[in-house]
């Protein structure tokens, strides 16, 4: 996954319909290169004109790119990507730890249970606890594995991410794994948009959509401020 991080600086073209209910873009690098661009997280990251930065990863085909960090330099506004809640990865780990316990602990039951004589229904019962448990931690574990293995590409992705940004300067502090609107008190609010994804898609059929001009948030009928960085319509 890390290898098909990419990185492209240029100009948004314009916004295109996206039937999986995603934000899509085209962007143009200095090379008159076209991009074509998505994210689930935010609407818009600018207008048509703007120049952007964006880091992404680019899929199996090369068509296209999942942007995780976005930087609009004519407004001089940060995306980034929010992550859902780590809890799911941090019970999973702590049942894998609970399951190998109980592995542990069948196979000794296992080793000391003595069945040739089958009367003795005290070293049967160890016998059958014994293969319970290592049957029950095995069936355990095997929705719990590919969950990891998710949770950790994504979080090795992020990290990676990070570390670009880092390398370059830029300080991002926000909090990927909440799913509030809770901003990070290190981050600057102007900095980030963090709003509710609105399908491009519907607003392109709304015969009415209007969007911010400075931020690019959608407006919605006969509101006259911006909810986002809260400039007058």
């Not at 316990?101 to 229904?121: E, G, K, R, Y």
């Not at 594995?145 to 994504?154: E, F, M, R, S």
């Amino acid at each position: 996954m890390i290898k098909l991080i990419v990185k492209i600086e240029g100009t948004i073209k314009n916004y295109t319909k996206s039937y999986s209910g995603n934000t899509a873009f085209i962007i143009i690098d200095k090379n008159n290169h076209s991009h074509y661009c998505y994210s689930t997280n935010y609407s818009r990251i600018g207008d048509a004109s703007d120049n952007v930065i964006v880091i992404g990863v680019r899929n199996k085909y090369g068509d296209k790119i999942r942007v995780e960090y976005a930087e609009n330099l004519t407004k001089n506004r940060r995306y980034i990507k929010r992550r859902k809640s780590n809890t799911l990865y941090t019970i999973s780990i702590l049942f894998v730890l609970i399951s190998i316990l109980i592995m542990v602990v069948s196979t000794f039951v296992l080793i000391d249970s003595d069945i040739s004589d089958p009367s003795n229904q005290e070293q049967i019962l160890k016998f059958v606890i014994g293969i319970m448990g290592l049957v029950g931690t095995l069936v355990s574990l095997i929705p719990l594995l590919p969950i990891i293995y998710y949770q950790k590409k994504t979080l090795n992705l992020q990290r990676h991410i990070y570390s670009l940004l880092e390398k370059e300067g830029k300080k991002v502090t926000v909090d990927d794994y909440i799913q509030s609107k809770k901003i990070n008190p290190n981050i600057n609010a102007q900095d980030l948009n963090v709003n509710d994804f609105i399908p491009s898609k519907d607003l392109e059929n709304r015969p009415n959509a209007k969007f911010c001009p400075t931020c690019g948030q959608n407006l919605m009928p006969n509101i006259k401020f911006c909810s986002a960085c809260g400039t007058k319509s």
